[in-house]
């Protein structure tokens, strides 16, 4: 019975401390918007068969002033929750878009949008609105939006009338999700993200099933006309793998981290005229 009791109060002063946790986050997220404590890191997508540069996917840091760098997978829902990803998620945009109109016409830019942001009122004009400010061609914005969400059919308009603007729709984290490939050919997809948990799985013997899966989303996705990414590639085994099976762009540690916009540009020119060191064999 008194460890009962102790259980009980030890339950409770858990669940305080999450609520203030939260609490906590919330007025530092506030604080953060106010600030502007968040930055942006651009990790490449390169091309599996010449390893040349084709885009950057812009991706979410906040500089807290105690805990340091805070990765978006410990403060996005948060900021989902209280709608603070509206805001924040503009300034993604506008960022990106503006500092992609400084590189070379090929090179993309690639930037997540939270489902609460789809369906926030006036998503699709704030689209319009970053290219006409920043100049940036169309083409060379794409949205990756996140496959284990369910995507009704209001989300399916709005995706439509970014796709009208030219934009790219990239699927993130595919094989993940609910999404089957009969709804996928219902949604203005150009490219599907092959999720880092089918990736990492390719390192052992080439012919084992594992291979297979991988090969035949690469396959479903070309028959569809769809471009596929691997995320996560991380060893020269994973890429010669995926590249084998037919996927196009690779992103992951291998080829780069998450890095500083004031790198960008270096690392675009170092893979000028880039090939792989087989093919230029
Ligand atoms: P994501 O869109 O799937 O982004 C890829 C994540 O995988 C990034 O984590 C990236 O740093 C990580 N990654 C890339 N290559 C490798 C690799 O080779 N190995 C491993 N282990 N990881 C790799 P990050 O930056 O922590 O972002 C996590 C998620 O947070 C993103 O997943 C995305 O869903 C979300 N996110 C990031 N930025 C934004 C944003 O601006 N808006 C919204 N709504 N979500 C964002
Ligand atoms: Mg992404
Ligand atoms: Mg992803
Ligand atoms: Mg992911």
Redesign the pocket.
Known sequence: KVSGRNQIRRFDSTLRERATGRARALLDLRMAVQNGEFE??Y?PQVSAATGAVVGF?????WNHPVSGVV???DF?SVAEETGL?VP??AE?LRTASALATTWPDHVRIA????QV?LRSVGYVESVRNVLRETGLAAERLEI?V?ESLVIDDSDREVLLRIAELGVAIAM??FGTGYSSVASLSLLPVDRL?ID?AFVSQLDADPTESRTAVFRAIVDIAESMGLETVA????TDRQRAVVTECGCRVV????EG??MPAADVDAFIESRRNYRLPSAAE
């Open positions: 942006l890191a990790q996917e812009a991706l979410l840091r990765s978006p997978a996005i990803i924040i998620g993604v930037v997540n949008v939270s942001q990756e996140t993130d984290d993200k880092r995320e996560g590639v991380e992103q992951g540690y291998l981290r998450p």
